[in-house]
């Protein structure tokens, strides 16, 4: 029974994701660069994970393949590339990013089928306007390509960051709502340009 709880957390956890990308609306209005940053990250991501899994499915290793895909989509997709993307309430998204997050959306979904193929088949119909030729399960599958170690690497360290400032919060019984000053020593090497995410998640004024 907790393995079916899992599941239809998963597949409601697709279905949030879907609702919250398809309430975006669209304007003419310039990229920020916490999103790009996001994109060309969760990029690299997808082209790792994706070599990952097909060597999982090479090797008739299905459960892994599956919980490989699980943890892209939960964790990587849903908790963190959609924060990233996520406009201020009531404000619009860049058009280039939000054909962006609907193509890798989409690949997610090429992901998802062998192993969810009613769910991740219902979604793609929805995703787009498309005729019967245009269905998911004849789709292609998606092309590994390079991944970026230095966007990896540099993703990994600015995630720590944002989860210590946000446990630090949750200690001191901070609000969120609340910008904090943040004091660095920069001794890691990590290109400052990552700074954008960590002022935008963990709400840092300076």
Known sequence: ????????????KIWNAFR???????ADIPQPESARLGIDWYRARLNE??????????KYRISDALMATYKLVWDDFCSW????????YGAPIDAKSLEAV??????????LHP??????EEVWQHMRSRTPEEALIV????????????LLSGFAFTREVISAIRNMRKEKNIPFKDALDL??????????SWDVLIRKLANIRE
């Open 1 to 12: 029974e907790g393995l079916c709880q899992q599941g239809k957390n998963f597949a409601n």
């Open 20 to 26: 919250l990308v398809k309430s975006w609306e669209p």
């Open 49 to 58: 994970t994706l070599g990952e899994i097909e060597d999982h499915y090479a």
């Open 81 to 88: 590339l959609l924060e990233i993307l996520k406009p201020a």
């Open 102 to 111: 609907v193509g890798l959306f989409e690949d997610n979904l090429k992901l």
């Open 115 to 120: 192993v969810m193929p009613f769910l991740s």
């Open 139 to 150: 789709a292609s599958w998606p092309e590994a390509g390079a991944a970026d170690e230095a």
């Open 183 to 192: 004091e660095v020593l920069d001794e890691e090497g990590v290109p400052r």
